[in-house]
């Protein structure tokens, strides 16, 4: 099955700096990549998500890039402010026989601390 | 999007006892899963809730063990069965619509600690 690394399980950036946070992915068949941000004590909630017919996503201070024949993708987040701070979870899902949407498979997690 | 709704939010329980989460939804979903997040850990699927049949576990996850229902297509329950503090975790329902890759969408989870 799926299995999904993720790098680095702990960044802290200076406010104003970029964070750069990657992961790896086992099944060629994935196809779907969502990043989600998890603030103490709530829910987890998409921040952003690539599908595997682009290379590059972009949302105001956050980027998400794929690279398909390496089985990696990263999320880029500029200028970081400190309601940044997080623990940020890449996942991977793949497209099942059928067209049915298949299990997503999460990283472990980064936590991203962003100093003022 | 839709609103999740998870009770209890929060629940202390003893060790051997069973306890019932509740998910509901403000409108009808295709897909209910239920998530395992262990403290300081990432997220660790349950299982799916099928509506109308028996759900389908993830390897390391039993039916005895948690027992999922899903009468509707806006309701699901996991039920955390014999409990041990090892189960002390929260556990997450989350929800997606049928799409090539559809987002999902999780609710605010039940926070289950075992004495």
């Known amino acids: 099955g799926e299995n999904v690394e993720q790098h680095p399980s702990t960044l802290s950036v200076q406010e104003g700096d970029s964070a750069v946070i990657k992961c790896t992915y086992s099944d060629s068949a994935s196809n779907y990549f969502p990043w989600y941000k998890q603030e103490l004590g709530k829910r987890p909630q998409l921040i952003i998500d690539?599908?595997?017919?682009?290379g590059e996503k972009k949302d105001q201070r956050i980027a998400v890039t794929l690279n398909k024949t390496a089985k990696h993708f990263s999320l880029h987040i500029t200028e970081t402010q400190p309601e940044d701070s997080a623990v940020y979870f890449c996942?991977?899902?793949?497209?099942?026989?059928?067209?049915?949407?298949?299990?997503?498979?999460f990283g472990k997690g980064t936590k991203l601390s962003v100093k003022p | 999007s839709a609103v999740i709704s998870q009770k209890p939010s929060r629940d202390i329980c003893q060790r051997g006892t069973s306890l019932t989460i509740q998910c509901q939804v403000d409108s009808q979903v295709t897909m209910m899963f239920w998530y395992r997040q262990q403290p300081g850990q990432s997220l660790t699927l349950i299982a799916t809730a099928n509506q109308g049949s028996e759900a389908t576990y993830e390897s390391g996850f039993v039916i005895d063990k948690f027992p999922i229902s899903r009468p509707n297509l806006t309701f699901s329950t996991l039920t955390v069965s014999n409990m041990s503090p090892e189960d002390s975790s929260i556990y997450l329902c989350?929800?997606?619509?049928?799409?090539?890759?559809?987002?999902?969408?999780f609710g605010e989870g039940s926070r289950l600690t075992v004495l």
């Open positions: 690539i599908r595997s017919n682009v």
């Open positions: 989350s929800v997606a619509w049928q799409d090539p890759a559809g987002e999902l969408f």
């Open positions: 996942a991977a899902r793949k497209m099942n026989y059928g067209g049915s949407q298949g299990n997503l498979i």
